[in-house]
DNA sequence: TTGAAAGCGCTACCAT
DNA sequence: ATGGTAGCGCTTTCAA
């Protein structure tokens, strides 16, 4: 049997209760029983039951607050099925999900709901937002008010967030390259479609990539680089006139979204399923790509994943005060046609 | 709050321990009581709470047993290592794990194996075996023992399994058609290695391989299938005589182990990287010949998934009654060099 | 500053 | 056949 509280109790000639004020720094202990106690349960390595403490924690249920771009994004509809997976198998521990759902990347309106999350009595906060200096003073503000806040899929320069949740951006643009090269191509010159230049994780795909193909020492030139906005009209239009100025582009790689634009504009040229496209995550337009031939592989980021691993160390964090590692990176998952319709569960 | 044996007991005017008998059937409920309070706790939804639940399993330990061809195969160290993680997770709600581990698959040494962790005391069992009369009978009997059986990595044919948590070794093989699609080779003859033509999994790989590539309409041919009984030096030797006898071989696929002896022989006629091999799993032997070159990708099978998994879901079973599913099958992973040296970790 | 005790939801044992 | 209750490990409140 483990070391439990009550035994820390005994060895130190003090009540269970003196050993929890102790431990855990509540209450008036004085320094001379602290530092015995404290000794003892490292004496005996002592952890904390978590089947205890989840039942003893369901008197004050912990709240977390969720803030993702999600309207009409499907990348960030499986961040929600992962995070509501989550707080389902949490919910005996005495946790719930709140969720702030904000169309695009509006500073503004990501400060609107990132107070409204509060106000809603989130005791933490994780949010996949922009890196503006409007934002990080909010969450230094939180912190501060002591509503402890994670980085989700995208990373926040220095500030106090607890940690970052989300996948490695160069790594992902690696594996890209690496899936490039097992393509073989002949034709060297390569599309690049980028989401916007603004946007941290879309130049580290791109520079991933990059570097890893000159690394290979493989023959290659970057024919162009569009900035699609993520939208798949301007991504169209964009693809389709690079197609016509550079005739002989072998293969496009998109690093951001706006695949569904890309796709079209090959179709329309007749280029569909000849120049392939590389792209990311598996959202329904990158799916039926790889269905039908124009995507040969896809590199996927878990997003189901990481909305599960969020909020479950953001709870253990809450609940049982354990320090989630400073980043948490989700293994990057290759799809090609014959599993890209496997559907990320459980985890 | 979520609703309590405590509601259902108010609401059906009996006690807490008549409710608890009356859902779990045990002891003496009066078929009126046990229908009313049924009734009940279906109208409220009630979901034991899982805290509770394993707060007051503690008193009874729970030991899963785990029998494995473990000695001298790097695959089963990895479902070691996920087996032990899920004892890690579950060592706060009473569960302890204990691994019988065998080499090779010799029906009587794996009839001793269970038979070792029944008189351990096992309450359930873990088993990546055979699929052979004396130990379907041996699981039969153990189940009716009160010690259920779950297949793993193997799938038994009907016996008394109470599930199977593995791979589907068809769709694995349906994959590694995909990546030889990907590559576009030009020289369509295809050299087969198979570990057993007596294990179903390895003809199950074959088989959906060949399936796949015939569905896709390539031409292709199969210069020769060699069985080397998953031993690297007969694997290096037949693989050495069937390139001499069959030149103009442009792929290896390898089905089960061997894969080194494969690449050795590959790197003797000096066609290491130039035909490509397609293999399963990231045991060393494998990684190394992805950074090398001589593997352009692999088909991983998440061994430390399944481990966790099996524990998890036996646990479940036998401290909740949670019933598994039928069948549990770990996701494929396509690992090539840009990937091959990500560990799994914590699900 | 410390101790004692109630209570979280469930199980199991002892009375009745 | 059913009720009552102790107890799993931990937190928290009330007394002292």
Redesign the interface.
């Known amino acids: 049997m483990?070391v439990t509280i009550k035994d820390i109790a005994a060895a130190a000639g003090v009540s269970r209760g003196t050993v929890d004020r102790a431990l855990h720094g509540r209450g008036d202990v004085s320094e001379e029983v602290r530092e015995r106690v404290l000794h003892i349960a490292e004496e005996l390595s002592y952890r904390p039951?978590?089947?205890?403490l989840?039942?003893a924690a369901?008197k004050k249920a912990v709240r977390i607050g969720l803030l993702l771009p999600s309207e009409g994004n499907p990348f960030f509809d499986e961040v929600i099925r992962g995070a509501r997976a989550a707080e389902e198998s949490l919910?005996?521990?005495g946790a719930a999900v709140v969720l702030e759902s904000v169309r695009g990347y509006e500073p503004r309106e990501h400060l609107r709901a990132l107070r409204a999350l509060a106000e809603q009595g989130a005791n933490g906060i994780c949010a996949a937002t922009v890196d503006m200096p409007e934002i990080r003073a909010e969450i230094d503000a939180l912190s501060a008010d002591g509503v402890p806040v994670m980085a989700l899929n995208s990373e926040l320069s220095s500030c106090g967030c607890l940690s970052y949740v989300g996948c490695d951006y160069r790594?992902t643009g690696?594996?890209a390259?690496?899936?490039y090269l097992?393509?073989?191509l002949s034709e060297p010159s390569i599309l690049i479609v980028t989401g916007s230049r603004r946007v941290r994780g879309h130049n580290e795909r791109v520079a991933g990539f990059l570097e890893?193909l000159r690394e290979a020492g493989v023959p290659f030139s970057v024919a162009a680089e569009l900035e699609c906005e993520d939208d798949d009209a301007a991504a169209r239009r964009l693809t389709l006139e690079a197609l016509g100025a550079h005739p002989g582009i072998g293969c496009v790689y998109v690093a951001g979204a706006g695949v569904g634009g890309v796709g079209q504009a090959l179709r329309e040229a007749g280029l569909l399923g000849r120049a392939p496209i590389l792209a990311f995550d598996d959202i329904p337009a990158a799916r039926s790509l790889v269905r039908s031939g124009g995507i040969?592989?896809t590199v996927c980021q878990q997003p189901f994943e990481q909305g599960y691993r969020a909020v479950k160390l953001m709870f253990q964090y809450l609940a049982n005060q354990a320090v989630p590692p400073a980043r948490w990176i989700a293994?990057?998952?290759?799809?090609?046609?014959?599993?890209i319709d496997?559907k990320?569960g459980e985890?």
């Open positions: 483990a039951n978590r089947a205890a989840g039942l369901l919910s005996d521990f790594q690696r594996i390259a690496g899936l097992l393509l073989g890893r040969p592989a293994r990057p998952v290759i799809k090609i046609r014959e599993n496997e990320d985890a």
